[in-house]
């Protein structure tokens, strides 16, 4: 199947720093990348949806000045958080869903898992 | 707007014993409803996918699904569960066309030896 790679892994930054997280579709192209938050024992929740070469969508309730979202080309999506604090500390989840799918389903990034301290 | 219901956040059985993980969803329009598997500290991977052609969908790793409309259900089986089988599964369902998924809760599967 088709792979996203999203890199770090893991990431332990200070309070009131900002972390980069990226997201790339190795071997599909997408317009489309997604952009989750889980919390421990908990489901995924959207944040946003990352749109090449225009604004990302942001759900209700998350800050779009916290959570900063690049898609600049058809292969990479980047989340960045700013000024982190404690309580963002959480995995972070990419998708993507290859273009050229009508019907794809959506393929999924190992995760990151952000910690601040 | 759609959303899905995982019935009972964990679930054990033995090994060798029948895994039956429930879903049932809610959504104006067909659905398309997806099961993943979440090993810890990793993404999300694919088992099957319903999107409108057969209601019984095979998929991965020996687990299959049944779409029931008239019960609003994709709940997810394998016949005879494995000890790698332990993970967490969601299921989640998205409009036809559209691109944004709606997860469950998701289901912690043990399985005991």
């Known amino acids: 199947g088709a792979v996203v790679s999203q890199h770090p892994s893991r990431v332990i930054c200070k309070s009131g720093t900002s972390v980069k997280i990226e997201c790339r579709s190795l071997d599909f192209q997408a317009t489309t990348m997604f952009w989750y938050r889980q919390f421990p024992k908990k489901s995924l929740m959207l944040m946003a949806t990352?749109?090449?070469?225009?604004?990302?969508?942001?759900e209700q309730g998350v800050e779009k000045d916290k959570f900063l979202i690049n898609h600049a080309s058809l292969t990479l999506s980047t989340l960045t958080v700013t000024s982190a604090h404690p309580e963002d500390s959480s995995f972070y989840i990419c998708?993507?869903?290859?273009?050229?799918?009508?019907?794809?389903?959506?393929?999924f990034g190992q995760g990151t898992r952000l910690t601040v301290v | 707007a759609q959303s899905v219901t995982q019935l009972g956040s964990h679930v054990s059985v033995s090994e060798g014993a029948l895994v039956l993980l429930r879903c049932n969803y809610s959504?104006?329009?067909?659905?398309?409803l997806f099961w993943y598997v979440q090993y810890p500290n990793q993404g999300l991977q694919l088992l099957l996918k319903?999107?409108?052609?057969?209601?019984l969908v095979k998929g991965i790793n020996g687990f299959e699904a049944e779409f029931k409309k008239s019960e609003t259900s994709f709940h997810l089986t394998k016949p005879s569960a494995h000890m790698s089988d332990a993970a967490e599964y969601f299921c989640a369902v998205s409009e036809e066309g559209a691109q944004k998924l709606v997860f469950g809760q998701g289901t912690r599967l043990t399985i005991n030896p």
């Open positions: 990352s749109n090449e070469g225009s604004k990302a969508t942001y």
């Open positions: 319903y999107t409108s052609a057969a209601t």
């Open positions: 959504s104006s329009v067909p659905p398309y």
């Open positions: 998708s993507a869903r290859d273009i050229k799918g009508l019907r794809a389903e959506a393929f």
